[in-house]
């Protein structure tokens, strides 16, 4: 027959411990006890008035809404392609620099304006204002940021100021 005192270890010893044990087993299916109940509480409350064909038609009302959801994202996908597409034709880029074409004759009404879009094509318009004989307006093509025409110091820095922009 098998005895504790022959390996050296007292029964008083072993009974507390299997007792300690025992008591511990005991909390941890108190615990577990408490946590099976407020699952079943949350089932019965989330299945309350519910058979499998509501519940398969609440899922099937959620999954059309997503259904309309991605096809309305779709549109709005498309159309934000479309309006990216025309935004590089459209003037995104501006220089402008106000100058006195005739030297203390005309003021500082003289101007240059020049618009770009992304790629930095465009146009250079210069209008020159006199007092004396009015008002001279020239424009000039600009091409991948370049023009092949010779511009004047206040073309060229207004093509400059243009181009930098963004």
Do not use: P, W
Not at 55 to 70: S, V
Not at 135 to 158: M, N, R
């Amino acid at each position: 027959m098998f005895h504790f005192e022959d390996y050296g270890l007292e029964t008083d010893l072993i009974v507390a411990i299997t007792l300690a044990v025992v008591v511990i087993l005991l909390i941890f299916s108190i615990i577990i006890l408490a946590k099976c109940s407020n699952l079943k509480r949350r089932y019965t409350t989330f299945m309350n008035g519910a058979d499998g064909k509501s519940l398969e038609d609440a899922f099937h009302k959620k999954f059309q809404n997503m259904e309309f959801i991605n096809e309305k994202l779709n549109e709005v996908d498309t159309r934000l392609n479309g309006i990216d597409a025309n935004l590089l034709k459209t003037y995104q880029k501006v220089g402008i620099v106000k100058y006195d074409a005739f030297k203390e004759v005309g003021g500082t009404l003289s101007f240059v304006l020049t618009l770009l879009t992304k790629e930095n094509d465009g146009f250079i318009l210069n209008s020159m204002h006199s007092n004396s004989e009015g008002c001279y307006t020239y424009i000039k093509e600009v091409k991948g940021g370049e023009v092949f025409v010779s511009l004047s110091e206040e073309e060229s820095q207004s093509l400059e100021e243009a181009k930098n922009c963004l």
